[in-house]
Every structure is written in C-alpha cells, then in structure tokens.
C-alpha cells in the first residue's frame, strides 16, 4: 500500500466551525490531491497540488482551501463547514512515472449536523 | 472535455458467473484509462491501468480490461466472479494538460450473491 495517512478517519462537527483535514505521504511525491465522494457523483477534485506551497483548483473547490507547507503534508480546511460538506473526502499521490497514475488514502467521513 | 460513462449503477452476479462492467469515455486523444475498485469503508485500489500498446491489460484479482478505440470504451472483465469481489467499482481517464487530474465515473456497485 501506498505510504498515506489521513487524519482523521472520522469527525462529525458543526454548521459554520473550521475543518481541517490531514494527509501524509512517505513516499515524497510530488503531486498530491484531495477528492470528495459522493452518492451518484464519483470522486470529485476538489484541489490539488504539484509541489510545495504550488496549488490549484479542481471542479468543487468552493468552501475549501489547501496548504502545503511540506512535501508530505496538504491540509484541507473548510472553513466554515456547512451541511453540503458532509461527504467522504479522499487524498491521494502521483507515481512520479508521469501516467496520473494516482494511490488513495483510506479516506475521512466527515458529517456536518 | 473529458468525461467517463459508466452506465450501469447496480450490477448482481451469482458467485462463479462471469463479469463485465462498462466504461465509456470522451477524449480528445489516446487516454490514460483505469479501473479502481472500492470495499466498504475503504479507499480506492488500483486493479489496472492502459497507457498505449496491447489493447487486453491484464490486473490484479484476476481481472482483465479491454481498450477499443472505435468504441471509447474501456470495459472491466472477469471470467469467474468470487464473493469477495463484491464492492464499487470506478473507471477513470487522465486528463489532458499539465495538470494531470484524473477524470472518475460515478461507480457501479457489484452485488456477488452465493
């Protein structure tokens, strides 16, 4: 399996508090990437990013933000959750071959009341 | 812009039947395509991948997908489904430019009754 953890694995908060949830790599890829998955939706991108403190916007990214400090790191924040947030939020990293071949973290279900 | 069709939600075998679950996509060139499978409570895992060459790639779990060109269709298959196959199943087509997102369909469930 591929070297990511995501943190945390559950978290249930409320409406209009901040978020932040953590992925981290061992393998020092360059490209990570955080998903949303939803029923009927797939996944869906909500940021990525290509190297540290290099970021950019997928299909979803409104209501989020990243950070990558660290080249194991990328944070993301919600950062004032609301209830269409609730989801599964996925990262994952690029093989560094240059085919997007990408490997998934185990996920956070992440409910918003 | 690219888009991947996976037009079945729901699929039901019977344990030993064989598979094939359908994948279209829209692309303007020859696609980088994937198959990853989801158990429950679990994040995505590879099963295969095509880049270029032999249109048969073979995957992990016995699993083998087709590239047909002329049919934008990517379809996974399995010739004897086990009870432990049973989970969602996504295909997925890498995107053009340098960003290298990767395109997901929405999914089919695979049910695997005894």
């Known amino acids: 399996d591929a070297g990511i953890t995501q943190s945390p694995r559950h978290k249930v908060t409320e409406t209009g508090t901040p978020v932040t949830l953590r992925c981290h790599q061992t393998?020092?890829?360059?490209?990570m990437y955080w998903y949303r998955q939803d029923p009927g939706h797939g996944l869906r991108l909500i940021h990525y990013?290509?190297?540290?403190?290099?970021?950019d916007k997928g299909e979803v990214s409104d209501g989020y933000s990243v950070s990558r400090s660290k080249t194991e790191d990328f944070l993301l924040t919600l950062e004032s959750a609301t209830s269409s947030q609730t989801s599964v939020y996925f990262c994952?990293?690029?093989?560094?071959?240059?085919?997007?071949?990408?490997?998934f973290g185990a996920g956070t279900r992440l409910s918003v009341l | 812009a690219q888009s991947v069709t996976q037009p079945d939600i729901h699929i039901t075998v019977s344990e030993g039947a064989s598979l094939e679950l359908r994948c279209n996509y829209s692309?303007?060139?020859?696609?980088?395509l994937f198959w990853y499978v989801q158990s429950p409570g679990q994040g995505l895992q590879l099963l295969l991948k095509?880049?270029?060459?032999?249109?048969l790639v073979q995957g992990i779990k016995g699993f083998e997908a087709e590239f047909k060109r002329s049919q934008s269709s990517f379809n996974l298959r399995k010739p004897s489904v086990h009870w432990s196959d049973a989970a969602e199943y996504f295909c997925?087509?890498?995107?053009?430019?340098?960003?290298?997102?990767?395109?997901f369909g929405t999914g089919t469930r695979l049910q695997v009754f005894p």
């Open positions: 994952a990293i690029r093989d560094p071959s240059g085919r997007n071949i990408q490997y």
């Open positions: 393998e020092n890829h360059r490209y």
């Open positions: 990013s290509y190297g540290v403190k290099d970021t």
């Open positions: 692309y303007g060139a020859t696609p980088y």
């Open positions: 095509y880049f270029s060459g032999d249109t």
């Open positions: 997925a087509v890498g995107a053009s430019g340098n960003t290298d997102k990767l395109i």
